[in-house]
């Protein structure tokens, strides 16, 4: 069964500190996985997609790491800002099959000042 | 480029009636897909639809049925609503790739309340 696991599920942070969250899948055939920030009541906005080759990939202040051997991929939020206080969800691919998207429950990030 | 669009943005209904919500995809996408969100919960994925047709389905009853307009909007309907199908229900948009690598796109939500 393809699953999708984030921890912590709720983090609470100083603004300006770093933070680093995780996601486990056991998704296959692996096809990429997409970080997305959700604020509260509104729809997710894609952060960065990695494919199978990619190991880092940065969007400003955020940088996604992918292992796909240990099938891990973790998401660093650098000099974190008070904006980025939101839900982060890991969603996972698979190259084929009526299931293709498998979701994480997510991490409720708090920035405080 | 408008995004997706989805429509109402709120709404309240009681049990056992039926809803009807609305989402019309990001220009040149052509695959629609809704989710369910409770709170606190991430996206649970109901259906996607293709070239007017269901071509995937989540593990959700037939109560929730949806179709795809020759345009590639799409509409969710959910029938004898329960408390429980009180959530967020995304519409997410993309083009259609072989690999599943096409970029998704989600609207801001119809946020159903059942009373």
């Known amino acids: 069964k393809n699953q999708v696991e984030q921890s912590p599920q709720s983090l609470i942070i100083l603004e300006g500190k770093n933070c680093t969250l995780q996601?486990?899948?056991?998704?296959?055939?692996?096809?990429?996985l997409r970080w997305y920030k959700q604020d509260t009541g509104r729809g997710p906005v894609s952060l960065t997609i990695?494919?199978?080759?990619?190991n880092t990939k940065s969007n400003g202040r955020y940088t996604a790491t992918l292992d796909a051997d240990t099938k891990q991929s973790s998401l660093h939020i650098t000099a974190s800002q008070l904006s980025d206080s939101a839900s982060y969800i890991c969603?996972?691919?698979?190259?084929?099959?009526?299931?293709?998207?498998?979701f994480g429950s997510g991490t409720r990030l708090q920035v405080q000042p | 480029d408008a995004g997706v669009t989805q429509s109402p943005t709120h709404l309240i209904k009681t049990r056992g009636q039926q809803v009807t919500l609305r989402c019309s995809p990001k220009?040149?996408?052509?695959?629609v897909s809704w989710y369910q969100q409770a709170l606190g919960q991430g996206p649970q994925f109901i259906f996607q639809?293709?070239?007017?047709?269901?071509?995937q389905r989540g593990n959700f009853p037939d109560r929730f049925s949806g179709h795809q307009f020759p345009n590639y909007s799409s509409e969710l309907n959910v029938n004898a609503l329960l408390l429980g199908d009180s959530a967020l229900y995304l519409c997410?948009?993309?083009?259609?790739?072989?690999?599943?690598?096409?970029?998704?796109?989600f609207g801001e939500g119809s946020r159903l309340t059942v009373l």
């Open positions: 997410a948009s993309r083009h259609t790739s072989g690999d599943n690598t096409g970029e998704l796109f």
């Open positions: 996601c486990n899948y056991t998704v296959s055939p692996f096809s990429n």
């Open positions: 990695m494919t199978f080759s990619e």
């Open positions: 969603v996972v691919s698979a190259r084929t099959g009526r299931r293709a998207l498998t």
């Open positions: 220009s040149g996408h052509d695959t």
């Open positions: 639809y293709y070239e007017e047709e269901e071509r």
